[in-house]
Nanobody, 121 residues
Framework: QVQFVESGGGLVQPGGSLRLSCAAS????????MSWYRRQASGKERELVAAISIANVRTNYADSVKGRFTISRDNAKSTVYLQMDSLKPEDAAVYYC?????????????WGQGTQVTVSS
């Protein structure tokens, strides 16, 4: 069973940092690119925020987070990370991870619970 378990969210002041983690299972992690998505408000579609290729060769970021967010992965732990620095109120969202570099590679049926990030003073 494919599973994604996100963690590391919380409340942070503008300008602060958070590191999100996503533990994946149920598929061969090292064979897939991995991505982070976020949903910023109820009813909005998930937005692709950052992606990392299979062998860490390539990364891709949404323009809104370039230079502030860094995606990384640990294939030995089947875990993908998102380091978020210089956080802004508009970064507040529920963050999710999934397999794939540009879209969910395993289909749209597999999503974790996400982790809530709140940016507020």
């Amino acid at each position: 069973q494919v599973q994604f378990v996100e963690s590391g969210g919380g409340l942070v002041q503008p300008g602060g940092s958070l590191r999100l983690s996503c533990a994946a299972s149920g598929f061969t992690f090292s064979s897939y690119g991995m991505s982070w998505y976020r949903r910023q408000a109820s009813g909005k579609e998930r937005e692709l925020v950052a992606a990392i290729s299979i062998a860490n060769v390539r990364t891709n970021y949404a323009d809104s987070v370039k230079g502030r967010f860094t995606i990384s992965r640990d294939n030995a732990k089947s875990t993908v990370y998102l380091q978020m620095d210089s956080l802004k109120p508009e970064d507040a969202a529920v963050y999710y991870c999934n397999a794939g570099f540009t879209r969910p590679a395993l289909g749209n049926d597999y999503w974790g619970q996400g982790t809530q990030v709140t940016v507020s003073s």
